[in-house]
Every structure is written in structure tokens, then in C-alpha cells.
Nanobody, 120 residues
Framework: QVQLAESGGGLVQPGGSLRLSCAASGDILSIYNMGWYRQAPGKQRERVATTTTGGSTYYRDSVKGRFTISRDNAKNTVYLQMNSLKPEDTAVYYC??????????????WGPGTQVTVSS
């Protein structure tokens, strides 16, 4: 069993900041890619930012320069620092991890999602 637990979502005014955290726990042998996706009402889920074990990162164009992804491999945790938030960043944010379990299976795992609302 593997679980992803997210925290840090909420309501913030435009221009504000939030920090999301996601900790993976359970029968983990190793974690490869980790990151964040989001889904706004009526839209498809989209990749926001991801990071590899080695520290390579990806950001979608609309968040470059505003969001920063980081990772603590010792804690199996990934973070997303979101600055200069805009109303169009409003969505449910989902944590993602590509995990190799102790049972020698490798799968994608998702957190339950955390709501981020940017509004005045």
C-alpha cells in the first residue's frame, strides 16, 4: 500500500502565495518522478510541475517564474511554492508520484487533491 497526503491548499487573494506539500508513505522502495497536476472545473487535468530523482524539473509555461517545485528525497516529500497567484491558477491540485514498491511493482500514484482558490 502507498499513500500520498497533500496539504497547503486554501483561499488566497491574487498576488498571494501558497505552499503545497505532499508526503508519500507506505511500501516504498524508491520514488522516481514526483510532481503536481491540476484540474479546473470543466477542464482536463494538466501537468503543472514535476521533478526527477536527480533534480531535473519541468514547469508548464503559464507558471514559469512564479512556481517552484522542490523535493526532499529523505522524507519522500515534494513541495510546490506558488507565488504571484492568479485567478486562473484556481483548481484542484493533485500530487503525483512514480513509485517502485517493495513488492517490486512500479506504478503511478495520486493524492486525493487539494483545492486552491485565488480570488479577491
Amino acid at each position: 500500500q502507498v499513500q500520498l497526503a497533500e496539504s497547503g491548499g486554501g483561499l488566497v487573494q491574487p498576488g498571494g502565495s501558497l505552499r503545497l506539500s505532499c508526503a508519500a508513505s507506505g511500501d516504498i522502495l524508491s520514488i522516481y518522478n514526483m510532481g503536481w497536476y491540476r484540474q479546473a472545473p470543466g477542464k482536463q487535468r494538466e501537468r503543472v510541475a514535476t521533478t526527477t530523482t536527480g533534480g531535473s524539473t519541468y514547469y508548464r509555461d503559464s507558471v514559469k517564474g512564479r512556481f517552484t517545485i522542490s523535493r526532499d528525497n529523505a522524507k519522500n516529500t515534494v513541495y510546490l511554492q506558488m507565488n504571484s497567484l492568479k485567478p486562473e491558477d484556481t483548481a484542484v491540485y493533485y500530487c503525483y508520484a512514480d513509485i517502485h514498491t517493495i513488492w517490486l511493482s512500479r506504478n503511478d500514484y495520486w493524492g486525493p487533491g487539494t483545492q486552491v482558490t485565488v480570488s479577491s
